[in-house]
């Protein structure tokens, strides 16, 4: 068997994981995976984890939807700004270069993590 296929269900495994636990798990886990078990370029590796979050929200969704969390006027707003910035974003993603992409991604990711312990 193809041991990067292997090391690409592992990665999809922690990430499908996380991300029904946790609401996320696409991005911060997929890319940063990506690029150092993959070796896949700092563009792929995002273009990549926008491709993998729609099937892992999809199953969250489908077994979330059924628990009494989500509040629907919440899912449409939140659903309709996603998607106007994920498009934006997409068109944005092949103009920004690979150590600024990794320099916002860290960025993002530093924020997050200062917001969650405070």
Known sequence: MNFGFLISAAIGAVT???????G???????VPCLERF???EEHKA??????VILP???ISAVI???????????????????MTGGFIGAKL?????????????????ILAAVKMIT
């Open 93 to 109: 993603l092949s103009k920004i270069s690979g150590i600024w992409l990794h320099r916002i991604f860290g960025g993002f990711m």
């Open 64 to 82: 979330y939807l059924g628990s009494g969390y989500v509040k629907w006027t919440d899912v449409i707003a939140v659903s309709i700004g996603g």
């Open 38 to 40: 993959l070796g896949v």
């Open 56 to 58: 892992l929200c999809i």
């Open 46 to 51: 995002h273009a990549t984890a926008i491709a």
């Open 16 to 22: 499908g994981f996380l991300n029904g636990l946790f």
């Open 24 to 30: 996320s798990g696409g991005g911060t886990i997929v």
